[in-house]
Nanobody
Framework: QVQLEESGGGLVQAGGSLRLSCVAS????????MGWFRQAPGKEREFVAA????????YCADSVKGRFTISRDNAKKMMYLQMNSLKSEDTAVYYC?????????????????WGQGTQVTVSS
């Protein structure tokens, strides 16, 4: 179906930037929407951003609007999360997710496939 693997996490200073990548492999030719979620220690998993299959529709959570940008390159089977102006509260494990649909999805329950996560730590 769909297999996902994140990369690009690491330690960055507040105000800095980081780019996360997620590579997707799929067994079918069907379209799939993708999204980014994050989970901080002791917190529930939180929606970050979503992108439609075509990439024409995106949406970011209020907490990251204006700072994060989600994009994808279907030819490369890649999804990206460009994170700018990082804050300490952005520290979390970031997960990419996918669902075989062309629309936008905002909740974790709507996604069927998940990566293992990549740690992002923002130092103050």
């Amino acid at each position: 179906q769909v297999q996902l693997e994140e990369s690009g996490g690491g330690l960055v200073q507040a105000g800095g930037s980081l780019r996360l990548s997620c590579v997707a492999s799929r067994r079918t030719f069907s379209r799939y929407a993708m999204g980014w979620f994050r989970q901080a220690p002791g917190k529930e998993r939180e929606f970050v951003a979503a992108i439609s299959w075509s990439g024409g529709s995106t949406y970011c959570a209020d907490s990251v609007k204006g700072r994060f940008t989600i994009s994808r390159d279907n030819a490369k089977k890649m999804m990206y999360l460009q994170m700018n102006s990082l804050k300490s509260e952005d520290t979390a494990v970031y997960y990419c997710a996918a669902v075989e649909s062309g629309s936008l999805y905002y909740t974790s329950d709507e996604y069927d496939y998940w990566g293992q996560g990549t740690q992002v730590t923002v130092s103050s």
